[in-house]
């Protein structure tokens, strides 16, 4: 069947949006027929019209999501592809769950919707595979607020992901969200009823890890256990000890058992990791198993930084206004210009970052109304104040530099316990690597640089899992 044998139908009650996508389908070959309620789009499927729609969410008669059911019963295989203005989280899953093509949120690229109605003609949607693909959200609340390009792309997926099993990696930088989305994931999915359990590496000392995950062999269980039925989230993965990551692998492979004390069988768990590091590099500094990361990387997910999403600044900065004000702090307003200051900053620590600044201007000052002249204020006092003229900074300077925005990525300002040991590892190991890789293995030369008594440098070499690369040339 070629184009103008096909129709589409268009709902929308914005003229101008009926307008445009009329003729981009007419130009196309496609037949066309257009109307601004849900009750004549209604009419034209049960006559049998239409091999595609073409929806808005909001209409003046009825909400889609209201109709799309009744559509479903009607004809069920009829492609759906849902667009909206209304451009959060929500709307993508259940666009999903009520069995609908694709989801294209307002304002769309026209390439983008007319390829999204090429796929659908060619190959009909299946409703049930559809609502397989996103579970109803118990809570009212979103897990993520947005409305931008970037986050569309992270709610489509999303969508994608939250009816399947897959494993899936996260990554982005520091405060981006990970463990959010790892939440959604979870509680839109079919584990939804069971556990999701957390174990950030980053804060467990790294003789511990094992224990922490795994148990111990007099029968006290560990997170993958506890996780059985559910999630587990292994935050900050590429902080695990290697060791830890060969048993890990062994245990996901079935190699290893990992039995279940109550159930006597394996933990059914489904694994999510982020890391805010480059697993690539690593694997290539001998620092992560390359084979461990194709097993965690069957469905990467990627975050943006809030550099890259400053159009969702306000309203991140309205919603953690009122969460503020829920959690005790004085109830206080934005204005326009605070907001535009706010789009201006580089957001080293991204989301968190911003709610942190919220949060410490409602509980400093007594204005209710935040302006551009508190935002600035708050802002330089956050800057690193130079030191020792124009020169490059020294090293003290960037480690206070890293280890500030570290104290500020916290929720509550404040690092899990045990910091003094694990800033201490992080500079050992690059700075031992890097040493026996100038000294190209030898390690009497590198003891000798480090200033190290060579016993003491094997056992470093040995506990911190530094790479040996004896005889690079």
């Known amino acids: 069947m070629n184009a103008a044998s096909k129709k589409i139908l268009i ?3 914005d003229a101008s949006i009926r307008l445009v996508l009329s003729q981009a389908f007419t130009r196309l070959g496609y037949q066309v027929r257009a109307t601004g309620n849900a009750a ?3 009419k034209w499927v049960s006559d049998g ?3 595609l729609i073409i929806t808005d969410v909001v209409m003046p008669d009825e909400n889609v999501f209201d109709v799309l059911p009744r559509i479903r019963k009607e004809r069920p295989k009829l492609p759906v592809i849902v667009m909206s203005a209304q451009n959060n989280l929500i709307t993508a899953v259940n666009a999903a769950e009520m069995g609908a093509f694709d989801y294209i949120p307002k304002p769309f690229d026209l390439d983008d919707m007319t390829s999204a109605a090429r796929r659908a003609l060619s190959r009909p949607a299946d409703p049930e595979a559809a609502r397989a693909q996103a579970r109803a959200v118990r809570d009212d609340r979103l897990p993520l607020i947005g409305r931008s390009g970037p986050m569309q792309e992270v709610y489509r997926t999303i969508a994608r992901l939250v009816g399947a099993d897959l494993t899936v990696l996260l990554s982005g930088e520091s405060g981006t969200g990970k463990e959010l989305v790892a ?6 999915g079919r584990r939804r009823d069971g556990k999701f359990v957390t174990i950030n590496l980053a804060a467990v000392p790294r003789e511990r890890v094992e224990t922490e995950l795994f148990g111990k062999e007099d029968g006290d269980c560990g997170k993958l256990i506890d996780a059985d039925g559910g999630t587990l989230f292994l935050d900050e993965i590429g902080d695990m000890p290697l060791d830890a990551q060969t048993r890990l692998l062994r245990v996901i492979d079935g190699s290893e058992p990992a039995l279940n004390p109550k159930t006597s069988r394996r933990p059914n768990v489904r694994i999510i990791a982020a890391t805010n590091r480059d697993l690539r590099g690593l694997i290539q500094q001998g620092l992560f198993r390359e084979d461990l990361f194709f097993r965690l990387n069957v469905a990467p997910l990627r975050l943006p930084p809030l550099r890259d999403r400053v159009d969702d600044i306000p309203d991140l900065a309205r919603a953690f206004l009122l969460r503020a004000n829920r959690e005790g702090l004085p109830s206080k307003t934005i204005d326009a210009a605070a907001l535009d200051r706010l789009k201006q900053h580089p957001w ?3 989301v968190r970052e911003l709610e942190n600044l919220v949060r410490r201007i409602c509980a400093l000052y007594g204005e209710d109304l935040i302006t551009a002249r508190i ?3 708050e802002l330089a006092d956050q800057q690193p104040v130079p030191r020792g003229g124009e020169g490059p900074a020294t090293l003290a300077q960037l480690v206070e530099r890293k280890l500030s925005s570290y104290f500020a990525d916290q929720p509550d300002g404040l690092p899990p316990a045990g910091l003094y040991d694990r800033v201490l590892e992080e500079v050992e190991r690059p700075l031992i690597q890097l040493t026996l890789s100038a000294t190209r293995g030898n390690q009497v030369r590198a ?7 060579r016993n003491t440098l094997r056992k470093k070499i040995s506990d911190l899992g530094v790479e040996m ?3 690079r040339r």
Request: hydrophobic content about 35%.
């Open 375 to 377: 935002v600035e204020r």
């Open 348 to 350: 080293p620590g991204n």
């Open 49 to 51: 019209e239409g091999d």
């Open 183 to 188: 939440r959604a994931l979870h509680d839109m």
């Open 11 to 13: 709902a929308d009650d």
């Open 40 to 42: 004549t789009l209604l």
């Open 447 to 453: 003891a000798e640089i480090l200033g190290l008594n």
């Open 469 to 471: 690369q004896r005889g």
